[in-house]
């Protein structure tokens, strides 16, 4: 029987493992601040893959871009406009809040409060027609 | 809200969602709208495809509209697109140049003498770096750009000739029509 533990150790692993991309930078820090970036950027052939996972060529040759901008000593902010000005917001994971994406980003809360909303009238309905004739509550609530 | 109507409000709300999918559903996710279009268009000097001592330069054909098409060998559309190419240099409103995108320099240039050559000059980025100033992501694409070296607009995929008399055309004659 294979322990628990030892699962858990092979994914850590396979994790830190991830084996497409060769190059590696020589400042830790840099390679840090690499793998953060790569894993940030999307691969515009592979829609739905990081540059980081994908190995078709274009993201081959943006991460070799992103190596490069961060030997030169470019901030990530740099690097994200970099590649924003020439591929547009889509090519980040994490689009910037904009007038075109601020629904995007205030939707969970919005549907949350929605919901607290619909749910706060319901009980408080209820409520009201518990403490006016308590056998109503038997009843099936006649609209929700 | 009166309360007969209230049954209707989950249908009414499941019927703005499926308007709502059907319009996103149809949009094509691999259609990117390129960041560049009315900046200037990206700098480049880089060698020629046929002669290694010539640059070839964004700057060549400055001061006029001119078309900017990236192809490779190895990219089927292009294949596709290249009668369309040829017909485009026939009628000789706008030259165009070539961006020849990570590819092997033989083979390309076996492919202009082999199908024709549509362009005045085709500048090779075998590396692609001069593809990512521009915001290329797929072969083929084709760049207008204007007499005031600002980008008009971007074709993403195959050129026809429909494409060409609605998208190009109308933005050329804005532009004064070319010769």
């Not at chain 1, 999307?42 to 081959?60: F, G, P």
């Not at chain 1, 607290?116 to 609209?143: F, H, K």
């Not at chain 2, 001592?53 to 964004?58: K, P, T, W, Y």
């Not at chain 2, 003498?113 to 549509?118: D, H, I, S, Y």
């Amino acid at each position: 029987m294979i322990r628990p533990a030892w699962i858990v150790a092979g994914m850590l692993l396979a994790d830190s493992a991830h084996g497409i991309d060769p190059e590696r930078l020589e400042d830790p820090d840099l390679q840090q601040r690499y793998e953060h970036l790569a894993h940030q950027l999307r691969c515009l052939v592979c829609q739905n893959e990081t540059i980081a996972d994908s190995n078709a060529t274009l993201a081959a040759d943006l991460r070799r871009e992103v190596r490069e901008l961060l030997i030169a000593g470019k901030t990530d902010a740099d690097i994200r406009s970099f590649l924003t000005e020439r591929y547009g917001d889509f090519v980040l994971y994490l689009p910037p809040v904009t007038p075109r994406t601020w629904l995007l980003w205030a939707a969970p809360a919005l549907l949350l409060l929605g919901g607290a909303a619909v749910a706060a009238t319901i009980v408080r309905r209820r409520m009201r027609t518990a403490s006016a004739d308590p056998a109503a509550l038997e009843e099936e609530p006649e609209n929700l | 809200m009166k309360k007969n109507l209230r049954p209707l409000l989950p249908i009414a709300l499941f019927a703005g969602l499926i308007v709502f999918f059907i319009i996103g559903l149809q949009k094509d996710p691999s259609r990117i709208d390129s960041p560049l279009i009315g900046k200037p268009a990206p700098a480049f000097a880089l060698e020629a495809l046929d002669n290694p001592a010539v640059q070839v330069g964004s700057g060549d054909l400055a001061g006029r509209p001119w078309l900017l098409n990236v192809w490779a060998t190895w990219c089927g559309g292009c294949r596709q697109e290249h009668t369309t190419l040829l017909e485009i240099a026939r009628e000789g409103r706008v030259p165009m140049m070539g961006l020849n995108w990570r590819d092997d320099r033989s083979l390309a240039l076996q492919w202009l003498v082999k199908l024709g050559n549509p362009y005045v000059s085709v500048a090779y980025d075998p590396e692609g770096r001069t593809a990512i100033d521009w915001g290329v992501y797929g072969a083929p694409e084709t760049f207008l750009i204007g007499a005031d070296g600002k980008v008009l607009h971007k074709q993403i995929g195959i050129m026809t000739a429909e494409i060409w008399r609605r998208d190009f055309l109308p933005l050329l004659a804005a532009q004064g029509g070319g010769p």
